[in-house]
């Protein structure tokens, strides 16, 4: 089993910036792509970035492009997310995902999930 636990969330006026991490404990061994993924009120939940062991290649949603960036210390067992020029409609859950397959935006290629972290963006 893989235990995730996020960090990192707050409140930040519009603009502003933030830093999420994600720990994995457990087997993680079987981890192969790690990804970031975010659910607002009354939405679905939907995918923000994802990034694979080695971190050569992100992939990000068309919406975080050039003010996310995925980050990953295998090292350390850790991703991250940095998030800057927050708006409003970042508003949102963000949850941590991670699988032993390749990267993929969809929820049901994940295997495993942390608690998430709230982020609030005022404006």
């Known amino acids: 089993q893989v235990q995730l636990v996020e960090s990192g969330g707050g409140l930040v006026q519009a603009g502003g910036s933030l830093r999420l991490s994600c720990a994995a404990s457990g087997r993680t061994s079987s981890i192969y792509a790690m990804g970031w993924f975010r659910q607002a009120p009354g939405k679905e939940r939907e995918f923000v970035a994802a990034?694979?062991?080695?971190?050569?290649?992100?992939h990000y949603a068309d919406s975080v492009k050039g003010r996310f960036t995925i980050s990953r210390d295998n090292t350390k067992n850790t991703v991250y997310l940095q998030m800057n020029s927050l708006k409003p409609e970042d508003t949102a859950v963000y949850y941590c995902a991670a699988t032993g397959g390749g990267w993929r935006p969809h929820i049901q290629d994940y295997d495993y999930w942390g608690q998430g972290t709230q982020v609030t963006v005022s404006s």
């Open positions: 990034i694979s062991r080695i971190g050569v290649t992100p």
